[in-house]
């Protein structure tokens, strides 16, 4: 079910360089049926050259028809089925999955590990390598999240002299949410608002997520060939800072898409209201439900303070527009009108929640009290105050504080670990009681600038759950993961951050779990999880037990 790193001492991993494929196209000079090169044309002093043009005209427009149609089906089209053929317009970007340098993998089957490597794991431990193809009963592939980046990304202007090849993109887009849209925890005007994109080449869309297009990391201490080999931005800033919402189908193919702007309607951290639209970077957004609003917490540290998690409800809409290639990533009409799909929040709708990063919300199922995991280890669940969505009153709210039962937390002489949580928000399972989440190391625990990345790098990623009911505690904790990578079936990138978990009920294969996952802070895909799975890869945590109680040296 999984490949499991065995041993200290370092064997050099086998890796299959990347075979590059050329295709050599070859000019043929022999004649053929339609350019006839009998003798009587070559001999004849007086050629009909009318005839001969006439003789050869069909022929070259058969070769031109063939080769329009190729470059049409390599393109990827975003289509609705009612606009004309005319009406195609690609999308601009990179949707295929990038390769790196062999230093942005792992080397899981190096030895002996880096110095930084040989550290405390949970239960003593190396990761697990998971191979969701080989340990499910229906698998389907993971599919890379697709961001249109045509407003700010020409390839046309980006093209290597030496190869001809446009450079790929600065970032195609990370740390990425995921929301279940058939979700009883969401209105049904919102679902059904949303489900109304139809008439799209990707068909219906079933899920909404983000993804952040910010000063990324495709590119890293990379040599000139390097970057030419891989087709690097040569930029040393990114194209744009933004956060974009997509509307995904079953397949995480993108259906539409678009950035989330706010309207400064009132004080926004440091921004005075104007009451203009203004894009923000929205820093590790994510997607979380709340009394049947969609909402999104982020970071915004220049305005709020880089220890305030910000949170604001979502608003969508679709205004129609006149049928232009340039809206086809958001249409959404089955008339011959497109319905362009905008996403909003709103400056006097913000609240804010202290302090860190990496927390979990929780829409509690029952008392409908929207609460926050602040720290994993050890499991602290607090309540969050929407004040200006709930209305609650200040004596109510303080009389839920003094109700509420007081959090364990560690004794100071004790240690505690460095395991941080990543998902938005905390996943209910019905049948055992729990909330289902996902929690993180990075190695070095340091975020200082170093030879593998910007900030952190060698991630592993853990399942746990805590209780459905206070006092919350861990309940199960599974070892630590890493999903493999597209390029090395046995081998995982230095930087995976799984951002996004939901579960959805499959009647004929049992429940799955879609994961969305950032790849070297650069790129974002999606996958689904067999619930099986992740249920066999948990352990039972005796109570009053906390993750740093399992953390061991490597056995």
């Given at each position: 079910m999984a490949l499991q790193m065995s041993g200290r001492r370092r064997v050099v991993a086998n890796r299959t360089a990347n075979e590059k494929s050329v295709t050599v196209v070859h000019n043929s000079k022999s004649c053929n049926h339609g350019c006839d090169c009998d003798n009587k044309y070559r001999l004849n002093k007086s050629i009909d050259i009318?005839?001969?043009?006439?003789?050869?005209?069909?022929?070259?427009?058969?070769?031109?028809?063939?080769?329009?149609l190729r470059s049409r089906t390599t393109t990827s089209i975003r289509l609705p089925s009612s606009l004309p053929q005319a009406a195609l317009a690609p999308t601009v970007g990179n949707c295929e999955f990038r390769s790196y340098p062999k230093r942005r993998y792992y080397g899981l089957g190096d030895r002996p590990l880096p110095d930084f490597l040989d550290a405390e794991y949970i239960y003593g431990e190396l990761p697990l390598l998971l191979h969701p193809k080989k340990i499910q009963k229906n698998p389907s592939p993971n599919k890379k999240l697709c961001v249109d980046q045509s407003e700010w990304y020409d390839p046309k202007k980006v093209r290597d002299p030496v190869t001809s090849l446009p450079a790929l993109p600065f970032a195609d887009g990370t740390n990425p949410s995921i929301l279940k849209i058939d979700s009883p925890r969401i209105d049904p005007s919102i679902r059904q608002l949303l489900e109304s994109v139809t008439g799209t080449a990707n068909g219906k869309p079933?899920?909404?997520a983000t993804i952040c297009m910010t000063d990324s990391q495709c590119s890293w201490n990379d040599s000139p060939e390097e970057v030419i080999e891989f087709r690097l931005s040569k930029d040393k800033k990114p194209s744009t800072v933004r956060t974009v919402l997509l509307l995904l189908n079953k397949s995480f193919e993108t259906v539409a898409e678009a950035t989330i702007h706010t309207k400064i309607d009132a004080k926004f951290g440091r921004v005075n209201p104007n009451h203009q639209m203004k894009t923000f970077?929205?820093?590790?957004?994510?997607?979380?439900?709340?009394?049947?609003?969609?909402?999104?917490?982020?970071?915004?540290?220049?305005?709020?303070?880089?220890?305030?998690?910000?949170?604001n409800k979502l608003y969508f809409q679709f205004a129609h527009v006149p049928s232009s290639g340039a809206q086809l990533r958001t249409s959404g009409s089955n008339d011959h009108t497109n319905k362009e799909f905008t996403v909003t929040l709103l400056a006097s709708d913000t609240e804010t929640l202290c302090c860190g990063r990496n927390m979990a919300l929780i829409d509690n199922v029952h008392t409908n009290q929207l609460q926050a995991l602040t720290w994993v280890d050890p499991v602290t669940v607090v309540d969050v105050e929407m004040s200006k969505f709930d209305g609650t009153a200040k004596l109510e709210q303080q009389q839920q504080k003094q109700q509420q039962?007081?959090?364990?937390?560690?004794?100071?002489?004790?240690?505690?670990?460095?395991?941080?949580?990543?998902?938005?928000?905390?996943?209910?399972l019905p049948d055992l009681g729990e909330y289902l989440g996902i929690g993180h190391f990075h190695r070095p625990p340091g975020r200082d600038k170093n030879d593998y990345a910007?900030?952190?790098?060698?991630?592993?990623?853990?399942?746990?759950?805590?209780?459905?009911?206070?006092?919350?505690?861990?309940?199960?904790?599974?070892?630590?993961?890493?999903l493999e990578s597209h390029a090395y079936s046995e081998d995982t990138e230095i930087i995976q951050f799984w951002s996004g978990l939901e579960i959805i009920s499959d009647d004929q294969n049992g429940a799955k779990l879609a994961l969305a996952y950032g790849i070297?802070?650069?790129?974002?895909?999606?996958?689904?999880?067999d619930l099986s799975v992740v249920e066999g890869l948990l352990r039972e945590v005796p109570e009053g037990k906390e993750v740093v109680d399992f953390m061991m040296p490597l056995k």
């Open positions: 009318s005839a001969l043009f006439k003789r050869c005209l069909p022929v070259v427009i058969f070769l031109y028809g063939i080769t329009m079933y899920y909404i970077k929205l820093d590790d957004a994510r997607l979380f439900t709340h009394k049947g609003q969609i909402w999104v917490s982020y970071r915004e540290g220049r305005h709020f303070g880089y220890d305030k998690q910000v949170l039962p007081k959090q364990r937390r560690l004794k100071e002489e004790k240690k505690k670990s460095h395991f941080h949580g990543t998902n938005g928000f905390m996943v209910y910007r900030f952190g790098h060698h991630y592993t990623h853990s399942f746990f759950t805590i209780t459905d009911k206070p006092p919350f505690r861990l309940k199960r904790l599974s070892p630590e993961l890493v070297n802070d650069c790129e974002a895909a999606a996958l689904h999880m």
